[in-house]
């Protein structure tokens, strides 16, 4: 059983070009996203986002939630598509998780991608201390060599969203 799992940075569209693709492919979709917040609600009581849970528990908190999160995820039959948080990859046990499946590396245009990211303020992930372009450069070098090491496929997002869609559906039934 193979998922059809979604990485990339923040702000690329994976949720986005997810559900949309999880339809063209008559599969369900997950958000990891909701997952997290969905299983700290179960944890605590207290809905959150992920950005409230990152910054009212911290990272080591909010990365060992996700791990939980992704296991459950990737244990539900029959196949889906799931997209994962931008950080979700970094850790050696996630990527042990996603190796077994079709991970498709979502990227975009680095300056929109920041342009977005910016436009609901800083994010939890970037250091205080830093300025948040200089954040953004360092973080995003750290990453995307992540993503491409564990991409089965990648697959641009500058397009309209049913261009992207249809050719990664192409890709995926290769």
């Not at 990152?54 to 990272?59: D, F, L, P, V």
């Not at 498709?104 to 342009?115: D, L, N, S």
């Not at 992930?125 to 496929?153: C, M």
């Amino acid at each position: 059983m193979k998922h059809i799992i979604l990485v990339g940075f923040k702000s690329v569209g994976k949720s986005t070009v997810g559900r949309q693709l999880a339809k063209h492919l008559d599969l369900p979709f997950i958000d990891s996203d909701f997952a997290i917040a969905d299983l700290h609600a179960a944890m605590t009581g207290k809905k959150s986002s992920c950005r409230e849970i990152m910054r009212e528990q911290g990272a080591d908190y909010f990365r060992a939630l996700e791990t939980e999160a992704l296991q459950k995820v990737l244990s539900v039959n029959p196949p889906v598509v799931i997209a994962v948080g931008g950080g979700a990859p970094m850790s050696a046990c996630n990527q042990t998780l996603l190796k077994n499946h079709t991970v498709v590396h979502i990227t975009a245009p680095k300056g929109a991608v920041f342009e977005r990211i910016m436009l609901n303020g800083r994010p939890a992930f970037f250091p205080a201390d830093v300025d948040p372009y200089s954040s953004f450069q360092k973080i995003w070098s750290e990453r995307n060599p992540i993503y491409e090491k564990l991409a089965t496929l990648t697959v641009e997002n500058g397009r309209s969203l049913d261009e992207t869609v249809a050719n990664l559906a192409v890709k995926i039934h290769l």
